[in-house]
């Protein structure tokens, strides 16, 4: 009977498929014949190396659906979701990507971390024209029509930070990042930045992901001596770096557009160890607009629901907003047929978020599918208090203003580097 | 003159952080020829007991620390009775079935490295749906040493006498005590051992505590500087393998050897060129020494004196 | 070698009998080191093939599709069974040739986007794995490293490639117009094709599936071929003792390499198989997480058996995918801790050990594994 186990594994597992998929066929009905649930595809990482950012932003969009739920819906349809955990693995996201758009039939998509992540499933998003939302903050460049990346990019982050640190602490500025497409993107936006605010880039260190050993990187940047540091350290091994530089007694101030928004760090590690760190997001928990911080604002709402929720990160809100935001759009278009969606997506939707101060709206580009985001300043104290030192609408300007990516008028798939149109990157 | 002390720091820096990484390693795999692929979540369970006694229970770090070692150790023991000499499953089974149903994973290289590794997997995973995806972390405390422009974590500068007194302690216990002797009777030949009298699976089941005990010891220690997440393991990982295998059979001269040279080469590298080339220096160093010492340092110090007796 | 003990009457044998066509291709195929010799092994597989070959027609194009993965990565666990399993040579270092090879069918493939290209593509990845294997094996075996130390050296390998592929990400590291992407990957790998424009082969979904399938079958059967051979005994003896084979006068460290660089074009074949599929490779393919995963597959079925490993992999691949939520890594952990303590030598022979006691225990005649050609092998 040796062979037999592996014919009768794969009978039982067929017929098991064969029922399964029967019973499953009834309710997988595309939701453009006007049912009473549309279906969104939610694949946020929960287990793996993502779990610390990822799972606020499954618990955010969560709240963004019973919210629009209890609402009545959209449109008076109820919100289904297909929210599977993807584990941190690429693999397994173009699997669940797959599976989201041809069986359960999602009428929109909202998917992945990393940039890694984006870029694996994209040619399937592509190949299948699934509208598909991408909320973390990312080197920026993406021109896709089936691609709304609604998070800030880095020339945003950055270019909120960098020029109020070089009016603070002056024009020297010496980059640490991590070794891969991120980092390095941030790195030349950090260069073209500080070129175009009168600043100088004295010294640049790439830091592999899986490096937590900080003592010849700090000893650098002491010999350096700049005026403040950009720090782009991303992922569990480089947030070692701020309590070695604190224990090494390294004070220069550092500016960041990765530390304290997404993993909250100014809450887990001991102060001083974050002390004097600017962070240029469009979000974090401590933001002072009257939508986060009021009496049943943002923050109050996501903690009704998750009282056990350690913190309420950047990409959480974008995620929620942007659930809003295809609401919106629905709601414009009449349906929840995708293309038609996408071009009332183009046709200028705003939407109240958190990150705005009252009576301000933020908008989505119709050109290049970004956000114009309320940009923060926040700055960490020697407690860690984070306080926000500055803020203003940042538009997003490399995709509109330099590349000249227009959506509206010409599909494209395309990821667009800085290194190609500014002389100083790279 | 403060670019040779920030050598000399980072030098001690990474001497400390590859030997205390190898320690509990190179204990178990030396004498018992098991390799434990969660290696690195014994050292995470040293540094989140550490972490814990120390913030939720209040104990002062030293005392934080002791915790973190005990547990760890006793956790190594419920791990050897169950997983590596198989005596717990085996003593159900022989009630339930009458036989023994494990061997144990003595020398057995391959299934030790699957069976770890799979327990690595449900602790990590274990480790996160209990007590979370992070941490809060504890300072790492005694300040830092200034020089010139410069200034190094006094700390982790202390590790490297840490490591160095550690490396001490376990050459003594090796050499003087009873348990020692029995450990390297054990190592040399353990059939025979067994027919002298040593309770050779005593002996085992006392090696993998002690091991433990060092891995934990190692995470106690590091618990200040690093990122508390279930996952930190993963980061020890490669140094201390790398540093077992390079030093070779020598538990004691083996690591520290190995530290001294993968630690000098790693501080250099990173210290001319960058954290990026101090990395895969040290990996390519290790290919290195495999290819040209295959036995490690240590087996070839002691083919050399083989060669030597016999020559003369 | 296979003879039958046919004490079965009625009508002749489907397959023309002992003397027939099929037996004396069976008798390639069969032999002490693999299992399953008898007429109910040979018809159980071709039961499960064609149940195979059904499934897609039953289930649909994206359930095949997402099955050809894990037939995919059986090649990977086949290439470990044929490295450790019957040479002894225990490798985390496959999915560095699975990796080199995907990438080097992405570059080829994505600068040159005609089927003729990929075509070319196709045999240049599995070079690019076997070449590799070649390099790493000629560095580890003429140098005298044997062992655990092959084992680190491998695994050191993997992390190697790990670093420096992540950071690949500028525009430097281009070649062609193929960017290798660092830590993002490369995306937007073509589908697979063969032939010439004009006169190609695509292959979408369902087609690959069937393609992948083909590969398998006759892989499978490739490999049973080789390892009965007599150069199959062979590496059986150097993996049971080297010293004792290479006093025989055999070139140990010969049949070494080339077993390890065949191990590397197999694994080649799954990489490049694997960036077709998904259409996409990155740097996580060097990752230990990944490079363990082999491993497991051929300890869990047993390495010792080219069924074992194959069926393994499928089963533990579909199993950990069907599996979603928290308590998936965790059940993994368990299962894999649970199977090397109680079968080690894997599924698959602790199987065939209950048949053989089966047919023995039901009286009939004795098997012709169990009395004529006992699996050499000391444990």
Redesign the interface.
């Given at each position: 009977?040796?062979?037999?186990?592996?014919?009768r594994?794969?009978?039982l597992?067929?017929s098991a498929?064969?029922a399964g998929?029967a019973l499953a066929g009834c309710g997988a009905q595309g939701s453009a014949g006007g049912d009473e649930t549309l279906k969104i595809g939610i694949l946020e990482d929960?287990?793996g190396?993502f779990?610390?950012v990822g799972?606020p932003k499954h618990k955010a969009s969560m709240l963004a659906v019973e919210e629009i739920n209890e609402e009545g819906g959209i449109d008076g349809r109820k919100i289904e979701t297909f929210a599977?955990?993807p584990?941190s693995?690429?693999?397994?996201y173009?699997?669940l990507t797959?599976?989201a758009i041809?069986?359960e039939n999602v009428d929109a998509l909202w998917a992945g971390y990393?940039?890694?992540t984006r870029?694996?499933i994209?040619?399937?998003v592509d190949r299948e024209d699934q509208l598909y939302f991408y909320t973390t903050q990312y080197e920026g460049g993406v021109c896709d029509s089936n691609v709304f990346a609604v998070g800030p990019t880095a020339r945003q982050q950055l270019g909120m930070v960098l020029p109020y640190l070089v009016d603070e602490f002056g024009p020297r500025i010496y980059t640490i990042a991590a070794?891969?497409?991120?980092g390095?993107?941030s790195a030349d936006w950090v260069k073209v930045l500080a070129k175009e605010n009168g600043a100088e880039v004295i010294g640049e260190?790439?830091?592999?992901?899986?490096?937590?050993?900080?003592?010849?990187?700090?000893?650098r940047i002491?010999?350096a001596?700049p005026d403040f540091v950009m720090s782009m350290l991303v992922g569990?091994?480089h947030?070692?770096f701020y309590?070695?530089k604190?224990?090494?007694?390294?004070q220069v101030p550092i500016g960041t557009s990765t530390a304290m928004a997404q993993?909250y760090e100014h809450?887990?590690?001991?102060?001083p160890?974050m002390a004097n760190i600017y962070a240029g997001v469009n979000y974090m928990e401590e933001i002072p607009t009257e939508r986060n911080t009021e009496d049943g604002g943002f923050v109050d709402r996501y903690y009704e629901k998750y009282p056990d929720a350690?913190y309420l990160n950047e990409e959480a809100e974008t995620n929620y907003f942007s659930i809003y935001m295809y609401k919106r759009a629905v709601e414009q278009a009449g349906t929840t047929d995708q293309e038609e969606v996408k071009a009332a997506l183009e046709s200028g939707i705003t939407y109240p978020a958190p990150e705005a101060p009252s009576d301000t709206e933020i908008a989505l580009d119709p050109e290049t599918h970004h956000v114009h985001h309320h940009m923060w300043a926040m700055r960490a104290d020697e407690e860690h208090n984070v306080e926000a030192v500055d803020d203003r609408v940042i538009e997003e300007q490399f995709l509109s203003n330099t590349v000249g990516c227009d959506l509206t008028a010409e599909d494209e798939e395309t990821q667009y580097?800085p290194?190609?149109y500014f002389e100083e990157a790279? | 003159m403060?670019?040779g002390l920030?050598l000399l720091?980072?030098f001690l820096?990474?001497f400390a952080?590859i030997v205390l990484a190898a320690a509990g390693l190179a204990i178990i795999f030396g004498i018992m020829g098991v390799i434990n692929l969660a290696h690195g979540e014994f050292i995470m369970v040293g540094a989140y007991a550490t972490t814990l006694a120390n913030l939720e229970a209040g104990l002062p770090l030293p005392l934080a620390m002791l915790v973190g070692v005990l547990v760890t150790a006793m956790f190594g023991l419920v791990v050897e009775r169950v997983v590596i000499s198989g005596t717990v499953p085996n003593a159900i089974g022989r009630r339930v079935l009458g036989r023994d149903v494990v061997e144990p994973l003595y020398d057995r290289l391959a299934d030790s490295m699957v069976a770890t590794w799979g327990l690595s997997l449900v602790m990590v995973?274990g480790v996160?749906l209990t007590l979370?995806?992070?941490?809060?972390?504890?300072?790492?405390p005694?300040?830092?040493i200034?020089y010139g422009?410069?200034?190094?974590?006094s700390?982790?500068v202390l590790l490297a006498g840490v490591a160095l007194g550690l490396l001490a302690a376990t050459y003594l216990a090796f050499t003087r005590t009873d348990y020692g002797m029995r450990a390297r009777a054990t190592v040399q030949d353990d059939d025979t051992a067994r027919a002298l009298g040593v309770d050779t699976e005593r002996t085992y089941m006392t090696t993998f505590a002690l091991g433990s005990a060092l891995a934990g010891f190692t995470g106690a220690l590091y618990a200040?500087?690093?990122?508390?997440?279930p996952?930190?393991g993963?980061?020890f990982l490669?140094e201390a393998f790398v540093a077992v295998v390079v030093g070779g059979p020598g538990v004691v001269l083996g690591t520290t050897l190995a530290g001294g040279l993968l630690g000098a080469i790693n501080?250099l590298f990173?210290?001319l060129v960058?954290?990026?080339f101090?990395?895969i220096a040290l990996l390519v160093t290790a290919i290195v020494m495999l290819r040209f010492l295959p036995d490690g340092i240590t087996g070839f110090l002691d083919r050399l004196r083989q060669r030597r007796q016999e020559g003369a | 070698m296979a003879t039958e003990t046919e004490t079965t009457s009625g009508p002749g044998p489907v397959d023309g009998g002992p003397d027939g066509p099929v037996a004396s291709l069976r008798t390639y195929v069969e032999g002490p080191n693999t299992?399953?010799q008898s007429r109910?092994?040979?018809?159980?597989?071709v039961?499960?093939v064609l149940?195979?070959a059904?499934?897609p027609a039953?289930?649909?194009?994206?359930?095949a599709?997402?099955f050809s993965?894990f037939m995919v990565y059986a090649f990977l666990g086949l290439s470990l069974s044929l490295v450790w399993g019957y040479a002894g040579i225990l490798s985390f270092g496959q999915v560095v040739f699975f990796g080199v090879a995907g990438y080097t069918f992405g570059v080829v493939a994505v600068n040159f986007a005609t089927p003729a290209g990929i075509t070319a593509a196709f045999f240049a990845g599995i070079v690019g794995g076997a070449l590799m294997a070649a390099v790493l094996g000629y560095f580890m075996f003429y140098g005298g490293v044997r062992d655990v130390y092959v084992t680190i050296i491998t695994l050191v390998s993997t992390l190697v490639l790990?670093?420096f592929m992540?950071?690949t990400?500028?525009?430097e590291w281009t070649v062609g117009k193929a960017a290798l992407?660092?830590?993002?990957?490369m995306?937007?790998i073509p589908n697979l094709a063969f032939g010439v424009e004009g006169a190609a082969v695509r292959f979408g979904s369902v087609s690959f599936y069937y393609l992948v399938l083909v590969l398998l079958v006759g892989t499978y059967l490739g490999l049973r071929a080789l390892v009965n051979s007599d150069y199959g005994r062979v590496m059986v003896a150097v993996r049971e003792d080297e010293d004792r084979t290479r006093m025989f006068g055999y070139d140990v460290e010969r049949v070494k390499l080339v077993v390890f660089t065949v191990g590397g074009a197999l694994a080649g074949l799954s990489g490049v198989l694997y960036a077709a599929w998904?259409?996409?490779v990155?740097p996580?393919v060097f990752e230990l997480a990944f490079a363990s995963l082999p491993v497991i597959w051929a300890s869990v079925g047993g390495r010792k058996t080219l069924?074992g490993a194959a069926?393994a992999t499928i089963?533990i691949e579909?199993f950990r995918?069907s599996l979603?939520?928290?308590w998936?890594?965790v059940a993994v952990g368990v299962l894999l801790l649970v199977f090397v303590l109680g079968l080690p030598g894997g599924?698959?022979p602790w199987?065939?050990d209950?048949?053989l006691g089966?047919r023995t225990d039901a009286g009939g005649p004795a098997p012709p594994e169990s009395a004529e050609n006992p699996e050499v092998t000391d444990s």
């Open positions: 009977m040796s062979g037999r186990p592996y014919g594994r794969e009978f597992a067929s498929l064969v998929t929960r287990s190396n779990a610390l799972t599977p955990d584990q693995d690429n693999q397994r173009q699997e797959r599976r041809q069986q990393s940039s890694a870029e694996a994209r040619p399937i070794d891969y497409n991120f390095q993107l260190e790439f830091i592999p992901l899986s490096n937590s050993q900080f003592g010849s990187t700090i000893n002491q010999e001596d569990a091994n947030t070692s309590e070695q604190a224990s090494a007694g390294l993993g809450l887990r590690l001991d102060p160890a350690p580097t290194q190609d790279g | 403060p670019n920030n720091f980072q820096d990474s952080f995973q996160r979370g995806n992070s941490l809060d972390q504890i300072g790492t005694l300040g830092k200034a422009g410069f200034s190094y974590s700390y982790r200040p500087t690093i990122t508390m997440v996952g930190l993963g980061s490669v501080a990173s210290n960058g954290t990026f101090g990395r | 299992v399953g109910p092994f040979w018809a159980g597989f039961v499960a149940a195979l059904a499934y039953i289930v649909g194009g994206y359930q599709s997402r993965l790990h670093t992540a950071q990400a500028g525009d992407g660092g830590f993002n990957g995306p937007t998904g259409n996409y990155s996580q069924l069926a089963g579909f995918n979603g939520g928290e998936a890594l599924i698959v199987v065939h209950r048949y089966f």
